[in-house]
C-alpha cells in the first residue's frame, strides 16, 4: 500500500502486525517504522459476527510474517555474529543489517528497502546504551534524530527533510 506521511512522501506499508477494531472498523498498524504515521482506516459495513470471523480467522492467515533469513556474514574469532544480513523473498533481497562489536553486544541495526536504507536504524555503545537514532525514507535521512552520550542521553538533535539537514540543537544531558 502506498500512502503519503505528514511530510508529503510517498511511503509503502508493509504487512502490519497489529490489528485492532472499534465497533465496524479495522485498523492496521504499521510495525516495522516506529515513525508517527497515522494508522490506516478501513472501513467495514458488515455485521459484527462476520466482523468476528474476519478478525479472528481469515485475518491471521494473511498477516504471517515475511519469510526472512538470517545470513551471518562475518564472525569474531570466538565464533560470535559480527556482520548479520537478513534476507527475504525468492531473490533473497536484503531487508535489515546488524553489525556486532566483539563482547556480544549489538553496534547497529537497521532496515533497507529496495536497496536503501529506510525506517530507523539505531546504533549503540558498546556498553549497550543507545548511540544515535536516525531515520530514512529511500536511502534520504528524513525526520528527527538524535545522537547520545555513553550514558544514554540525548545529546544533540537534528532534523532533516529529503535528505538535507534543516536543524542541529545541541541539548543539555
Do not use: C
Not at 88 to 99: C, F, I, Y
Amino acid at each position: 500500500m502506498i500512502f503519503q506521511n505528514q511530510l508529503g512522501f510517498d511511503v509503502i506499508m508493509q504487512v502490519s502486525k497489529k490489528v485492532t477494531a472499534n465497533k465496524n472498523r479495522l485498523f492496521l498498524h504499521n510495525h516495522l517504522d516506529t515513525t508517527p504515521y497515522k494508522p490506516i482506516e478501513y472501513l467495514h459495513p458488515m455485521p459484527k459476527k462476520l466482523l468476528f470471523v474476519h478478525l479472528f480467522f481469515l485475518l491471521p492467515m494473511s498477516l504471517q510474517d515475511v519469510d526472512l533469513q538470517q545470513h551471518v556474514l562475518r564472525k569474531w574469532p570466538d565464533g560470535k555474529p559480527y556482520v548479520v544480513v537478513y534476507t527475504s523473498g525468492p531473490d533473497q533481497v536484503k531487508v535489515k543489517e546488524e553489525l556486532y562489536y566483539d563482547n556480544g553486544q549489538l553496534d547497529y541495526s537497521g532496515s533497507y528497502l529496495n536497496g536503501k536504507e529506510h525506517g530507523e536504524w539505531k546504533y549503540y555503545w558498546e556498553n549497550g546504551n543507545i548511540k544515535s537514532i536516525e531515520y530514512y525514507e529511500r536511502g534520504l535521512e528524513n525526520g528527527t534524530m538524535y545522537d547520545y552520550n555513553e550514558n544514554g542521553q540525548p545529546i544533540v538533535e537534528y532534523k532533516y527533510v529529503r535528505g538535507q539537514l534543516i536543524s542541529e540543537k545541541k541539548l543539555k544531558p
